[in-house]
């Protein structure tokens, strides 16, 4: 399944320039009007020229405005034919009920997107290349951290070594000396971090394979990738300023680990040694 327009404007939103983000988050809060605006109604709607709208359009690999309004349209009605609850954006405390109803239905969206948009071919690639590799080596800055160390955990309990850290000095140190053998994944909401661009260069110098796990396929890391597993994000739904989701990219880390096991025979052996070993800090 391609990439839903949505996704397009939500992985791209802190990318665009002022007007094109008034567009975007627009469409985000208001999809199903824009299917019956006008050019003009939506760009007066935005406070933009019709130019900008038409520039907009063209951004997100649309032919033009009535391209985009087909394919809403069509992501709208195709919604309702699987059966999915109208959701909006709208969370609040004064509703609590109706607002678990829209964050579930647009996290679960998350994840059916992100999983849907995942090219077997690679992904198969990509377990090989895990499976086999000396160490693994898991860049994240920021708030992506805490996934990259849930991929560093989950590795090492199945038997692969496996590493992850929380100072970039430290982490690109590591990477300088990795070799041929080894893996670098990179994980980035955007995709256009500088420390996680420096460690992916850092890895191709070492010769080590790379994949970047990020939003958008066309981000500078997917670029500098070997391999590029893309995520899909709806936080843009529900807030304007600066927000960030980590279901997604943890999806894919649960995917590659879940696969991981599968593959080797001695993985539920570990498991059980890696537990054995830390159930006296569970006591």
């Known amino acids: ?19 094109e983000r008034k567009i975007g988050t627009y469409i985000i809060q208001n999809t199903a009007k824009v299917v019956d605006m006008t050019v003009g109604e939506l760009a007066q709607a935005c406070g933009v020229s019709d130019a900008s709208v038409s520039r907009f359009c063209k951004k997100i690999d649309m032919k033009g405005f009535h ?12 919604r309702g034919k699987e059966g999915e609850e109208e959701v909006s954006n709208h969370i609040s405390v004064n509703d609590i009920d109706q607002s ?15 999983v849907s948009m995942m090219d077997t071919k690679q992904l198969h690639e990509i377990l090989n290349l895990l499976n086999n590799a000396k160490t693994v080596q898991f860049f994240a800055v920021g708030n992506t951290i805490p996934v990259a160390i849930d991929g560093a955990f989950k590795l090492n309990q199945i038997g692969i070594p496996a590493v992850s850290g ?5 982490q690109i140190g590591y990477t300088y000396n990795m070799t041929a053998d080894d893996v670098v994944i990179a994980i980035s909401n955007s995709g256009e971090s500088t420390a996680v661009l420096r460690a992916l260069e850092a890895a191709r110098s070492a010769e ?24 899909a994000t709806r936080e843009k739904l529900f807030l304007d300023g600066y927000c960030f989701s980590r ?17 080797r025979k001695d993985a539920y052996k570990s498991i059980v ?5 830390i159930a006296f800090a569970k006591l």
């Open 1 to 19: 399944m391609e990439k839903s327009v949505l996704d397009t404007i939500c992985a791209s939103l802190d990318n665009f320039f002022e007007s």
């Open 166 to 170: 929380t100072i970039w000095e430290t």
């Open 247 to 263: 279901v997604s990219a943890t999806t894919v880390i649960e995917i590659l680990y879940l696969f991981l096991t599968s593959m």
């Open 67 to 78: 391209h985009l309004k087909i394919t809403l349209a069509k992501e709208i009605s195709e």
């Open 208 to 231: 080590a394979t790379t994949i970047s796990i990020t939003n958008s396929e066309k981000s500078s890391a997917a670029q500098l990738s070997d391999y590029h597993i893309t995520t």
């Open 100 to 114: 678990l109803k829209n964050i579930l239905a647009n996290k679960v969206t998350e994840i059916t997107q992100t």
């Open 273 to 277: 040694r890696h537990e054995q070993a």
